[in-house]
């Protein structure tokens, strides 16, 4: 019901920035929240950065707390992650979530697009 194309990843500089982009597709209606999430090599995929889709009210990891910002543009249908003072442990692939609701919830992610960032 809904689709993602997630943009915007790639290498940069430790102390670096990038922003991504995820636009969403099908029945954005529905749409309650919308979110980032990563997961690097080895490790668990773990949430850093949701927004309510009514509220606005974000939440950030601890993790990326003060360095990513994430954002919407509910005219566009786009979510975005500003990320600043990006660091080598930041490296992962990132993925855009939505969760819907149409008498029930639902949840939809992107492909996944790969940040790396050098020392």
Wanted: proline residues 2%.
């Amino acid at each position: 019901q809904v689709q993602l194309v997630e943009s915007g990843g790639g290498l940069v500089q430790s102390g670096g920035s990038l922003s991504l982009s995820c636009v969403a597709s099908g029945r954005v209606s529905s749409i309650t929240r919308m979110g980032w999430y990563r997961q690097a090599p080895e490790k668990q995929r773990e949430s850093i950065a949701t927004i309510d889709a009514v509220s606005g009210a974000t939440t950030y990891s601890d993790s990326v707390k003060g360095r990513f910002t994430v954002s919407r543009d509910s005219a566009g249908n786009t979510l975005y992650l500003q990320m600043s003072a990006l660091k080598p442990e930041d490296t992962a692939v990132y993925y855009c979530n939505v969760l819907t609701v149409t008498f029930g919830t639902y949840s939809y992610w992107g492909q996944g697009t790969q940040v790396t960032v050098s020392s």
